[in-house]
């Protein structure tokens, strides 16, 4: 905020020293001091006008209420989103494991200020917020007073189920309080200039259907695709699966369903579970988090991810 008043304030006192140099005698000093100071003034207005959008792009409360989620904390559900709140792990923990605690994110070399994921246990303040709230914070990427969420990857997390939203939601409440300071998201001038030109979307999803099912679970292709659909694969690995972008800010995977095709399941399930793949090749596990997702899926569910991999190679040798 104090950034964007300094940049439109000297913006203007630039557009005054243009008019100012205008009134000068000597034709030179003239010419080059007002289209210098003119420049100078249109560029920093430019710059502050865009930080300010994107700070409306943060702060301006979103119009959407929270659902009415419930979750009703059963021993089975809080078991199931234990399994889930693994893919939290990469980024909500200070240990790389479960509970939640919460944690600076330094791996994001962009200079865009302080970008912290919260502590998500009963150390931190979700206590204070509403089940249908936290549930809103993971689908549509919006915080409890209706500002935007940065990085949470809500892009892939909308595709969750209100069942497994309730689980997890009934996961988190469950964790032990851990007393972790983790400081309060806050970007910088730099962040909201980036925010403001589109370069650094925020978490918001704009058309998240209100109720949202799962198909029936099982080792089934449409579960498979619902199971890779939230987990993020599709951001390393390509929204189609056939190799990430090389230019992304992300890890680069390779093409998933020609290489997987070729595996049998029980290979597939072992690789994920060990690392190690059918070649003997050790998965860089800093690259692709295979042990997290070890302990997100059961067999099954790798099974599904297998069959629904399958058959999208088995569309691709069609095409
Ligand atoms: C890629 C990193 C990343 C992953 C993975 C991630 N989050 Fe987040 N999350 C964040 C960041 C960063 C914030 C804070 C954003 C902000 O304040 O602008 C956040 C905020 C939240 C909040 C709001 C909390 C608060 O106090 O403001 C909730 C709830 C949340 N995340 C839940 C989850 C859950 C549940 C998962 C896993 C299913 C998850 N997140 C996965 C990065 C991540
Ligand atoms: C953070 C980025 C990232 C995410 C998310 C991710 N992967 Fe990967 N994945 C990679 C990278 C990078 C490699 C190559 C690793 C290597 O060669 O060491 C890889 C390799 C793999 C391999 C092994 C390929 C081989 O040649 O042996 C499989 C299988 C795989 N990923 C499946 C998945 C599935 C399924 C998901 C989602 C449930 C997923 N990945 C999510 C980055 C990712």
Same mark, same amino acid.
């Given at each position: 905020m104090i950034g964007i008043l300094i940049t439109i304030t000297v913006g203007l006192?630039?557009?005054?020293?243009?008019?100012?140099?205008?009134?000068?005698? +000597?034709?030179?000093?003239?010419?080059? !001091?007002?289209? @210098?100071?003119?420049?100078?003034?249109?560029? /920093?207005?430019? #710059?502050?006008?865009?930080?300010?959008?994107?700070?409306?792009?943060i702060e301006a409360p979103a119009a959407r209420p929270a659902s009415n989620l419930?979750?009703?904390?059963?021993?089975?559900?809080?078991?199931?989103?234990?399994?889930?709140?693994?893919?939290c792990t990469t980024c909500h923990s200070s240990t790389g494991d479960l509970p939640l605690d919460g944690t600076v994110l330094n791996f994001i070399e962009a200079p865009f200020g302080t970008i912290a994921a919260p502590n998500l246990t009963a150390g931190g303040n979700l206590?204070?917020?509403?089940?249908?709230?936290?549930?809103r914070a993971? +689908?549509?990427?919006?915080?409890?007073? !209706?500002?935007? @969420?940065?990085?949470?990857?809500?892009?892939? /997390?909308?595709? #969750?189920?209100?069942?497994?939203?309730?689980a997890l939601v009934a996961y988190l409440r469950?964790?032990?309080?851990?007393?972790?300071?983790?400081?309060?998201?806050?970007?910088?001038?730099?962040?909201?200039?980036a925010v403001g030109t589109g370069l650094f979307?925020?978490?918001?999803?704009?058309?998240?259907?209100?109720?949202?099912?799962?198909?029936?679970?099982?080792?089934?292709?449409?579960?498979g695709e619902y199971l890779v659909n939230f987990?993020?694969?599709?951001?390393?690995?390509?929204?189609?699966?056939?190799?990430?972008?090389?230019?992304?800010?992300?890890?680069?995977?390779?093409?998933?369903?020609?290489?997987?095709?070729?595996?049998?399941?029980?290979?597939f399930i072992t690789t994920i579970r060990t690392g190690v793949d059918p070649d003997g090749q050790l998965l860089d596990g800093e690259q692709m988090p295979w042990a997290t997702y070890s302990a997100t899926f059961t067999d099954d569910e790798l099974l599904a991810i297998y069959e629904y991999l399958r058959v999208l190679a088995a569309e691709g040798s069609v095409e």
């Open positions: 006192l630039f557009s005054l020293l243009a008019l100012r140099v205008r009134r000068s005698e +000597r034709a030179l000093f003239k010419w080059a !001091g007002s289209i @210098l100071s003119g420049l100078l003034a249109v560029v /920093l207005f430019l #710059l502050g006008g865009i930080a300010l959008v994107g700070l409306i792009r419930q979750a009703n904390h059963s021993p089975e559900q809080i078991a199931r989103g234990e399994r889930l709140a693994h893919l206590d204070q917020w509403t089940d249908g709230e936290i549930g993971i +689908r549509e990427g919006i915080g409890r007073d !209706g500002n935007a @969420l940065v990085i949470m990857p809500s892009q892939y /997390l909308r595709h #969750l189920s209100d069942q497994d939203v309730e469950s964790q032990p309080a851990v007393e972790h300071e983790v400081p309060e998201t806050r970007l910088n001038f730099l962040g909201l200039v979307p925020t978490a918001v999803q704009s058309d998240v259907p209100e109720s949202t099912g799962a198909p029936p679970a099982g080792p089934t292709v449409d579960y987990s993020m694969c599709r951001d390393c690995h390509g929204v189609n699966l056939m190799g990430g972008d090389p230019e992304g800010f992300v890890p680069v995977g390779p093409p998933l369903p020609p290489l997987v095709a070729a595996w049998s399941a029980e290979e």
